[in-house]
């Protein structure tokens, strides 16, 4: 018997929260760091959400409340649902969580058993694979192809769909990788779903970049696919949207009420109730509408910085990246790169040294970091499962455009610094 129990063993992480000390070693040598690695909105909430989260704390709102979220809040969750998704939404299918995490690991709990088969996006936001693994799920990573804009072929999805599938997790537009699955997308997906996985599969639909899609194009949901709002789960949070990451307030519509009791029933376990305070002020972001003048303004700005920082990416040997379609993120291809600064070797080496298995991709965000100043984060960050030979970096455009420029001036710097990079690795 050991101090922690052997789950700990398998529990995954985000590495955006892990990559702060890093940077914190950095800083504290003397190095500024320009900071391309987090994942939040660079904005601060709106006046309008402050205020009404203020008012309700001075009226005394800061009391339990009911498990499943507040009827004013649920019942605006569901308006927003209904116009924009064009199905019918009870609000008491509608549970409000602490944060868009909770609606993850409670899919996960809810539907899957030891050996049931979970198909998740790869890369993909690192949480999926974490609590696949914590309830022992049977992993079925989905590549999304950058040949293939982030999006993955429709033959790999229909060669891992089996009578074991029991949830299938899609998130677009995509952390890591910017990408936006099309009508046509989905389409594909609830048609081989229906015919090929366990009658009682579920769709976890991970939507909480909803508002961030470019050139025109509009969010789409498996929701609204014929047959798939009865096996659907949404879940969103204002974190993005709202640039309300720490609030943490979040939401999901579950196909049944029932399947909303259980995730009920996962708050009363874990922290009772979203703070009241929080939701009303959350409800204030939907309602009130010069928050969708703040929305539209905030997607212009991440365009514009996409479009910069991607052309500026692309002038860079040996690296090329393909232009997001939505969410904040550039994920460029380093292979070049790495194979310019001879990282493959390097990392086979410490590979038959030492066995900590760092990849290419890592080892030049690191060198990046410690050595330029930038940080970013690797391929590696976005599921841990068929990552050899895929070098990409995820490149936040979180930040304002001077600091973007900045950050894609030292990559570039760190992307030639072949005497640098050997000199790094004689200190690893
Ligand atoms: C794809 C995706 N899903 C869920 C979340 C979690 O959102 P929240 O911060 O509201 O918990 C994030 C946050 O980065 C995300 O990128």
Redesign the pocket.
């Known amino acids: 018997m050991g101090v922690f129990s052997q789950r700990m063993n398998v529990l995954g992480t985000?590495n955006?929260f892990k990559l702060g000390r890093d940077i914190q070693k950095v800083e504290s040598g003397g190095q500024d760091v320009v900071k391309l690695n987090l994942?939040?909105p660079d904005f601060d909430s709106a006046e309008n959400i402050n205020q009404a989260a203020i008012a309700e704390i001075q009226a005394g709102n800061s009391h339990y409340v009911d498990p499943r979220g507040l009827l004013p809040l649920r019942r605006s969750i569901a308006g927003h649902i209904e116009h924009t998704r064009g199905v019918s939404v009870d609000p008491e299918r509608v549970v409000v969580t602490s944060?868009?995490?909770?609606p993850?690991g409670y899919s996960i709990l809810t539907y899957v058993d030891p050996g049931d088969e979970v198909i998740y996006p790869n890369p993909?936001?690192p949480?999926y694979e974490s609590w696949i693994d914590l309830v022992g799920g049977v992993p079925r990573p989905l590549e999304l192809k950058e040949e293939k804009d982030f999006r993955f072929d429709a033959s790999d999805l229909e060669s891992l769909v089996t009578d074991r599938t029991k949830l299938i997790i899609i998130?677009s537009p995509?952390?890591?990788t910017g990408g936006v699955l099309t009508r046509e997308d989905l389409r594909q997906v609830a048609e081989i779903l229906q015919r090929k996985a366990h009658p009682d599969f579920r769709v976890l639909s991970?939507e909480?970049?909803e508002e961030i899609v470019f050139d025109g194009l509009s969010h789409e949901s498996i929701v609204s696919e014929p047959g798939m709002a009865g096996r659907t789960v949404i879940?969103n949070?204002?974190?993005?949207t709202f640039a309300m990451?720490g609030w943490?307030?979040?939401y999901a519509l579950l196909p049944t009420v029932e399947e909303a009791d259980a995730f009920f029933q996962w708050n009363v376990n874990l922290y009772s109730c979203t703070p009241p305070f929080i939701q009303m002020a959350a409800k204030a972001a939907l309602d009130n509408p010069e928050n969708q003048g703040i929305v539209r303004s905030m997607r212009k700005t991440f365009q514009e910085r996409r479009d910069a920082v991607v052309a500026a990416l692309n002038r860079i040997e040996g690296l090329r990246c393909v232009q997001p379609k939505g969410?904040f993120y550039a994920f460029p291809n380093i292979e070049g790169i790495c194979r310019r600064l001879g990282i493959p070797d390097a990392s086979a080496r410490l590979q038959a040294d030492d066995q900590r298995g760092l990849q290419p991709s890592t080892l030049f965000q690191m060198f990046a970091l410690y050595k330029h100043g930038v940080a970013t984060l690797d391929r590696t960050a976005f599921g841990t499962r068929d990552t050899e030979g895929r070098h990409y970096l995820r490149i936040s455009l979180a930040s304002d455009l001077a600091s973007l420029q900045e950050g894609v001036r030292r990559l570039e710097a760190a992307a030639k610094d072949e005497q640098g990079f050997a000199e790094f690795m004689d200190k690893i």
């Open positions: 985000e955006a994942g939040e944060g868009g995490k909770p993850i993909g936001f949480i998130n995509s952390n890591p991970d909480v970049y879940m949070s204002h974190s993005k990451t943490r307030l979040g969410a």
